[in-house]
């Protein structure tokens, strides 16, 4: 049983950056994959990329290349989220999951992490 | 890009009635290397992270109520509720694997309220 928990919301001006993190408990860290998925307000979900510790692979979806980094720090069990020049529209809660490799779909979801951009 | 359909966008059934989920691909989602479907369901409540129910297409989750179940193959899939209960009240979304672009793609989602 893997258990994600995830940093709390944050209120950051547009053309900052925010770094959300989720640690991990549970199985085996560096084994699987973890993904970031946001959700806008009231909007579907939206996958952004992923780290596969054990394979020292990161994959981003193409609309946040060059602005957004993952990375893992396996002797804590904990993945971190960095996305830059934020904007309104990204404004959203952005969730960590499980998956992605080695399995394609997410069976474990952390609690999210609502980042509100304003001015 | 890939793109998920669900239809419809929202549905009322009563309880204990049969409830019914579409979800259609623009690509094929079917690995001819392994003849599996890359193609999961979720199911999401207010406030909530969603939750996993089908993958595979049609492989229940561990703890899914077997009212639940997911058919299809290629481009078009369904998920089926066999008698709703006021429980799955929720938001329900699909989602595929597309390997070729390592794309991960969820359709628009489908509220599911009681009739």
């Known amino acids: 049983q893997v258990q994600l928990v995830q940093s709390g919301a944050e209120v950051k001006k547009p053309g900052s950056s925010v770094k959300v993190s989720c640690k991990a408990s549970?199985?085996?860290?560096?084994?699987?994959?973890i993904s970031w998925v946001r959700q806008a307000p009231g909007q579907g979900l939206e996958w952004m990329g992923r780290?596969?510790?054990?394979?020292?692979?990161?994959n981003y979806t193409q609309k946040f290349q060059g602005r957004i980094t993952i990375t893992a720090d396996k002797s804590t069990s904990t993945a971190y989220m960095e996305l830059t020049s934020l904007r309104s529209e990204d404004t959203a809660v952005y969730y960590c999951?499980?998956?992605?490799?080695?399995?394609?779909?997410?069976?474990?979801w952390g609690q999210g992490s609502l980042v509100t951009v304003s001015s | 890009d890939i793109v998920m359909t669900q239809s419809p966008d929202s549905l009322a059934v009563s309880l204990g009635e049969r409830a019914t989920i579409n979800c259609k691909s623009s690509q094929s989602v079917l690995n001819s290397s392994n003849n599996k479907n890359y193609l999961a369901w979720y199911q999401q409540k207010p406030g909530q992270p969603p939750k996993l129910l089908i993958y595979w297409a049609s492989t229940r989750e561990s703890g899914v109520p077997d009212r639940f179940s997911g058919s299809g193959s290629g481009t078009d899939f369904t998920l089926t509720i066999s008698s709703l209960q006021a429980e799955d009240v929720a938001v329900y979304f699909c989602q595929q694997y597309y390997s070729p672009l390592l794309m991960y793609t969820f359709g628009q989602g489908t509220k599911l309220e009681i009739k």
């Open positions: 549970g199985g085996t860290f560096s084994s699987y994959a």
């Open positions: 999951a499980k998956g992605g490799y080695p399995l394609f779909s997410f069976d474990y």
């Open positions: 780290i596969i510790p054990i394979l020292a692979r990161v």
